[in-house]
């Protein structure tokens, strides 16, 4: 395998995983982008920040997205050269929406779009090497195909499918100034859950495979979780409580991910995004991203 590219540049979308009940499985894509160029050079690997994470990620061999690129040419077979990133960051960190995922998975598909055979770093094995690196793939997933995804792990890896989503379907995300990391919001959780609740996730997700289709009457029950949410609110207060508010005036309102950002599966009205802005928070209209990472003309 070699290089076959000098430079490649990546968009990638902020994701939104869970969405309520499907925990460490569902997840979507927002239409917020990353926007990631590489170049394989002779000298030293340097990166460049912009937007979101400026001053504060490191800029070299530590960096998450060189740290994928990195693993995609070593599984590719691929020679290992000095990398300079220069990286266009609009997706919030550590608010719930994928950040790390996008890094990862921008840098994935750019050592696949760096290399002369591309098959070698198809889409299944970039969730398995994404996964790897994240711990899970309910981000990584939609990441890479875009839209709604569902993922599973087996002894053969990670796997994900795409869920057939309405066309009309239009997120809000309500992103706080405040930060949270997902070790932290794992850390909380229990190690067993009573049985009538792990029951009553089972048939809220498959309720939500049918919502998200075109059932949209539906969204508000399938929506309501029992396995992590509650068991969160303690480390995200002002998340929880206004999940509670949401969800009780009728929005099908969750967790984005581990948080502590909103993610709500419609279009908020006026005086309610008013309300939410006054208090702090950033109110999103992204639109769901169709696609997942690809590739753009340099
Ligand atoms: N499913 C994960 C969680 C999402 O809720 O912890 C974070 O990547």
Redesign the pocket.
């Known amino acids: 395998m070699r290089i076959a590219r000098e430079q490649v540049r990546v968009r990638v979308p902020a994701t939104s995983?869970?969405l309520g009940p499907g925990?460490?499985a569902l997840g979507l894509a927002l239409g917020v982008w990353d926007d990631v160029t590489v170049r394989a050079v002779a000298g030293p690997t340097r990166v460049v920040v912009e937007g979101e994470g400026h001053g504060s990620l490191p800029d070299g061999e530590d960096h998450l997205v060189v740290r994928a690129v990195r693993a995609g040419l070593e599984m590719a077979g691929a020679p290992q050269a000095g990398l300079e990133l220069h990286c266009r960051n609009a997706v919030p960190h550590g608010r719930?929406m994928g950040s790390s995922a996008a890094a990862v998975v921008a840098g994935l598909v750019a050592a696949r779009g760096l290399i002369s055979d591309q098959s070698a770093l198809d889409d299944d094995t970039l969730l398995g090497l994404a996964t790897e690196l994240e711990g899970?793939p309910?981000?990584a997933a939609p990441a890479l195909l875009g839209g709604a995804t569902t993922s599973w792990v087996d002894a053969e890896g990670p796997h994900a499918v795409a869920i057939p989503i309405a066309a009309g379907l239009r997120p809000t995300v309500l992103v706080p100034q405040e930060t949270l990391t997902?070790s932290s919001?794992?850390r909380v959780l229990p190690r067993q859950v009573p049985f009538d609740d792990a029951a009553h996730n089972v048939a809220r997700v498959a309720l939500l495979v049918l919502a998200l289709g075109g059932r949209t009457d539906l969204l508000l029950a399938a929506t309501e979780d029992r396995l992590?949410q509650d068991y969160r609110a303690d480390v995200m207060r002002p998340t929880a409580d206004a999940v509670r508010a949401l969800r009780d005036a009728g929005w099908p309102a969750v967790v984005s991910?581990?948080g502590p950002s909103i993610l709500v599966l419609e279009p908020l009205d006026r005086a309610t995004g008013d309300a939410l802005a006054a208090h702090g928070w950033q109110v999103l209209d992204p639109g769901v991203a169709p696609d997942g990472a690809h590739l753009i003309d340099t």
Do not use: E, P, S, V
């Open positions: 995983a869970n925990f460490d719930g899970h309910d981000n997902t919001a794992r992590h991910g581990a």
